[in-house]
């Protein structure tokens, strides 16, 4: 019942790049910021991006982050075996209610 | 080192009241610069956010469960917990805390490794 709407899964060979789309409405995206989060097999999520394309200390400059109206795009490039997972993205809504994306599986083949 | 870490029962029944408790490590829950907050993830699904809660007591809540939800903080303990009344199997999930901005809206910056809830009988 999210808001938010991703593409289930993205794959690429390692070194490759791959885009993640969050399409959302005027009331979250197209107003507010977006995140980006890592979820790890079995881990709690993990901050990557924050204010539309802002990386967190640490997080390594292969990942960015974008916001064109009401999407927002994921990018990934230079794939490693290390970065599949599940990616979501995540925003306010103006209705009073914190939204996150349906999430994408990303596969290294 | 922002550490976060629930605690609470894996096992709740069905029309029970499912409690959680946030213990905060390394940061001080009556900071004025974050909201801490609970999000969801069923198995084998996405994310759903609970609510946050400000050390005031000020809360934002998910207006889909605004109504079984109640959260509340104990500075003294840096601790803040989670209720939600009436629970059915669709409740089973995952529960994170996790921690916000209160400049930096809805940006999730330390999470709890998370515990898992089933509901059953």
């Known amino acids: 019942q999210s808001v938010l709407t991703q593409p289930p899964s993205v794959s690429a060979t390692p070194g490759q790049k791959v885009t993640i789309s969050c399409s959302g409405s005027?009331?979250?995206?197209?107003?507010?910021?977006v995140s980006w989060y890592q979820q790890l097999p079995g881990t709690a999520p993990k901050l990557l991006i924050y204010?539309?394309?802002k990386r967190p200390s640490g997080i390594p400059d292969r990942f960015s982050g974008s916001k064109s109206g009401t999407s927002a795009t994921l990018g990934i490039t230079g794939l490693q075996t290390g970065d599949e997972a599940d990616y979501y993205c995540?925003?306010?809504?103006?209705?009073?209610?914190?939204?996150f994306g349906t999430g994408t599986k990303v596969t290294v083949l | 080192q922002v550490q976060l870490q629930e605690s609470g029962p894996g096992l709740v029944k069905p029309s029970e009241t499912l409690s959680l408790t946030c213990t905060v490590s390394g940061a001080s829950i009556s900071s004025t610069s974050y909201y801490w907050g609970w999000i969801r993830q069923p198995p084998g699904q996405g994310l759903e956010w609970i609510g946050s809660?400000?050390?005031?007591?000020?809360?934002y809540n998910n207006p889909s469960l605004k109504s079984r939800v109640t959260m509340s903080v104990d500075t003294s303990k840096n601790q803040f917990s989670l209720k939600v009344t009436s629970v059915i199997a669709a409740d089973t999930a995952v529960y994170f805390c996790?921690?916000?901005?209160?400049?930096?809206?809805?940006?999730?910056?330390?999470w709890g490794q998370g515990t898992l809830v089933t509901v059953s009988s």
């Open positions: 204010d539309n394309d």
């Open positions: 995540g925003t306010w809504d103006s209705n009073l209610s914190g939204v």
């Open positions: 809660i400000y050390y005031s007591g000020s809360t």
């Open positions: 996790a921690r916000h901005g209160s400049g930096s809206w809805f940006v999730w910056d330390y």
């Open positions: 005027s009331s979250n995206i197209g107003t507010n910021y």
